[in-house]
Each structure stands twice: as structure tokens, then as C-alpha cells.
């Protein structure tokens, strides 16, 4: 198969992997309305483990176990870990426009990772997309100038970096780990956050059918999404995919206004144009490089 088509397939699974997590986003954030994070984490990733062994058991998988703690693995589920233990703690002393500004310096980093650590030749074309697509974000969500703790941006900006450390980790997978192996991981990393923050002191709530309904409906959601971005990444180039983590605003744009009856602002809506512009434009490079490696050539 063509990088090229790698590529598009890649940008593919990450905008599926942003919408299912846009989902788990809304049903987790009405359980937070009743447990706190660690409960939450906890019990979400209790109902995922047993959709993943119906999953496993159903195509015979349990021969490749071993293989869901490789060392590259078990180091990207560590990861996770502590994406999400700084993002939380970053989250309870900043304003939610201004974390997300942050968190959404992710595809950056990315380009930028796999210029050094992947020797990915990105020219400026690839950089104007990512550019231009994090402009787009700025319009959106517009960070209200808030002031927050050195400590809180630190801890935010901490979990953007590790959010791309840990996407460069799975690009670097080997391929004889599959990728529901390493879902399986993932959800344990998760989990084992939940338990942390329950053993530092979190209380412990009545769990009620209504949220045990919503968590199990996050369960399925998170692990289409964990296994969505680990697709998106396992042969693509980084630097074609990364800026498709845009397309987050896109997914929250349709359903807030699809469920929630929310009316983007023009100012708004500007953005959005710029996000889909840059991934259309991004989508539209990957189309002429697949002709330009056909005929002999690439283009970055």
C-alpha cells in the first residue's frame, strides 16, 4: 500500500476516533454529576475490560495476550496514566477554553516529533495546515484570558506533550502487537489512574442504574475511540494525521447543537471553516502525493 494511502486511512480513523470520544466526553461529563473522577474512571473501565474479553474471546485471541504487556505497551499505558492525572489536575484551576487552547497544541508537538524522532520530511505545506487549523481552534473556543496558577498551565501543557510522546509510541509499535492488545492496555492504564486518585482520598458514591447505564455506554464509546487512534497511527506518517485531532471541534459542533440545541456564534463558525479548510487541504496533499508516488515521486 501507498504511504499516501496509509495516510488517508490514518486521517480516517482519527476522525472516528474523535467523534466516539467526543461522546464518551458528554455521557462521562454526566456522570461527574454524581462521582468523582476516580469512580468514574474506575467503574467506566470495569464495564470496558468486559467488553474487551467478549471481544477477545469472540475472535480467539487469548493466544496473543502476552503480547498486550510488551514493554513499549506497558510504557505508552503509563503514559496515559499521566495524561490523565495532569490533565485533571490542571482542569480544577483553569477555565475549559483555556485548557482545551493548550491541549489543542498537541498536533504541533506531533509535527514537530516526527520531524526529529521519525525523520518525517514535513514541508511547509504540512505546517501551514497545523497552523491554520489551530488559528481555527482559537476562534472557537476563544480562551477568555483568565488567569491560572503556573502550576495548573505547566500541568496542562505537561499533558499536551505527553498526549503526542504517546502517539509517537504507538507509531512505533511493533506490528506484531495488535492493536486490541494494546486497547486492552490502554484501558488497564486508565484504570489504574482511577484507582490512584481513589487511594488519594476521592469518596466512593451510590452507583445508580441511570449511571451505570452512562458508563457503560462511555465504556463502548472510549474503546472505539482508544482503538480508532491506534489505527490512525500504526503506519501513518504523524505529521498527515496529527492535525485531524481538529476535527474534535467539528463532532462537539454538531452535537451540541444536534442534542443540545446550541447556535455557534459567526465568530464561531469562522473557525470551524478554517478547521475543515486546513484537513480538507491536508486531505487534498495526500491525494496528489498518492499520484506523485505513483509516477515515481513524493512531496512532503
Known amino acids: 500500500m501507498l504511504q499516501s494511502q496509509k495516510n488517508l486511512r490514518g486521517i480516517a480513523a482519527m476522525m ?16 461527574r454529576g454524581s462521582l468523582e473522577t476516580g469512580q468514574a474512571l474506575f467503574v467506566r ?3 470496558a475490560l468486559a467488553m474487551l474479553t467478549v471481544a ?10 502476552p503480547l498486550a504487556f510488551h514493554r513499549l505497551a506497558l510504557l505508552r499505558a503509563a503514559t496515559e496514566s499521566m495524561v490523565a492525572a495532569l490533565y485533571i489536575s490542571a482542569l480544577s484551576a483553569m477555565a475549559l477554553a483555556d485548557i482545551t487552547a493548550v491541549l489543542m497544541l498537541t498536533p504541533l508537538i506531533l509535527t514537530a516529533l516526527s520531524v526529529f524522532l521519525l525523520q518525517e520530511k514535513v514541508g511547509w505545506r504540512r505546517w501551514s495546515a ?3 487549523g489551530f488559528i481555527g481552534i482559537l476562534l472557537v473556543i476563544r480562551p477568555g484570558g483568565q488567569v491560572a496558577p503556573f502550576w495548573a498551565v505547566a500541568m496542562a501543557f505537561g499533558s499536551a506533550v505527553l498526549v503526542a510522546v504517546r502517539d509517537v509510541m504507538t507509531r512505533r509499535m511493533p506490528v506484531a502487537v495488535p492493536s486490541l492488545m494494546l486497547t486492552l492496555t ?27 447505564l452512562i458508563l457503560a455506554g462511555a465504556a463502548l464509546l472510549v474503546l472505539i475511540g482508544n482503538f480508532a ?9 504523524i505529521s498527515a494525521v496529527s492535525p485531524f485531532r481538529y476535527s474534535v471541534i467539528l463532532w462537539a459542533g454538531i ?7 446550541e447556535i455557534p456564534t459567526a465568530l464561531s463558525l469562522v473557525g470551524l471553516a478554517l478547521v475543515i479548510a486546513s484537513g480538507l487541504y491536508t486531505v487534498h496533499r495526500e491525494r496528489v502525493r498518492r ?6 515521486d513524493t512531496a512532503p
Open 16 to 31: 472516528i476516533a474523535m467523534l466516539f470520544f467526543v461522546g464518551n466526553d458528554a455521557l462521562m461529563k454526566l456522570a
Open 45 to 47: 473501565g470495569l464495564f
Open 56 to 65: 477477545i474471546s469472540m475472535m480467539r485471541g487469548w493466544r496473543l495476550l
Open 130 to 132: 497545523v497552523i491554520v
Open 186 to 212: 490502554t484501558t488497564l492504564g486508565t484504570m489504574a489512574g482511577g484507582i490512584a486518585m481513589l487511594a488519594a482520598g476521592q469518596s466512593w458514591q451510590p452507583l445508580t442504574t441511570p449511571v451505570l
Open 229 to 237: 487512534i491506534i489505527e490512525a497511527f500504526r503506519d501513518a506518517d
Open 255 to 261: 452535537l451540541g447543537f444536534s442534542v443540545f440545541g
Open 291 to 296: 499520484r506523485e508516488e505513483a509516477g515515481g
